[in-house]
């Protein structure tokens, strides 16, 4: 029997600064996500971090919760609900961190006899700290409790026409409405020595060179490079909606720490286009995400609007991430299609 779950990053229980402590010591322990050596990552994230961040992030997450809960979590729910409907097969949701955790979700689907899982991560580009952490957790879990089980999974989906038609959809019907000068699409960051670390040919990402030369040369280092799949799918927007180019950027938002992240950096972006590009109304996508969290509703929806009036700008539009719009459900439900009738043969 076959079945599917979703995955995606996950949320604190609540508000309260204990939880959001807890969610964060999961989240910035993983090797993943914070790289370095476990003493000096056990240093960083329980000797400073966990003893200064989590009444911040409880006070912002306090700005974005909803009545339901967690903005990711109800969001997610949704679509996990919406995409059940269009299908037989049985639909669980489970988050890398926090609840539901990625072994209850397998066990929910064990328990339902399902033997063969199609695994779709929520992040429609490839990175370290997304995408191959659930892979890897997923086949440890798999190993550990689910020996006989078999998981499939969805690679990063960036590129996939349906995706992008989707996304696109959902920009235009947000921003139909909306006067806008630029629209700029921001991503989570990562640090730049994750786009070394993935790249499979050990020779070809080079972010530090402060061009998009190997974003643009085709190689297989493409299928696991950050950087380049996020300028690719602003790429396939623009395409897909016949924006005028010079009207768009791309930037990159979230950084921790002084190591050196991707950039150009989405808060100075934001200021940039104001101060120094004369930008009044400024529109921003962030397309690294298919549900709206943190990230989206108080970093760029509330403080990037804050950044970029304080600037000089005069109108701004945060535009929703696809969470579970109707175009975006068939999209999975037709991945799921795929599968069941794949798995069939």
Known sequence: MKGVLLVNLGSPKSTNPKDVKKYLDEFLMDERVIDVPYWLRTFIVKGIILNTRPKKSAEAYQKIWWKEGSPLIVLSERLQTKVQAKTELPVALAMRYGNPSIKSGLQELHDKGVTEVLLIPLYPQFAMATTET?????????????????ITDVPAFYNKPEYIKALSSSIQDYLADKDYDHILFSYHGVPERHIRKSDITKSHCNPEAGNLSCCNTSSEAHKFCYRHQCYQTTKNVISELGLDESKVSTSFQSRLGVDPWLQPYTDRTIVNKAEKDGIKKLAIVTPAFVSDCLETLEEIAMEGKHEFLEAGGEEFHTVPCINDNDEWVNVLAGWIKEFQLTANN
């Open 134 to 150: 659930i892979l890897v957790l997923a086949e440890e879990l798999r190993k550990e409790f689910f020996p006989t089980m078999k």
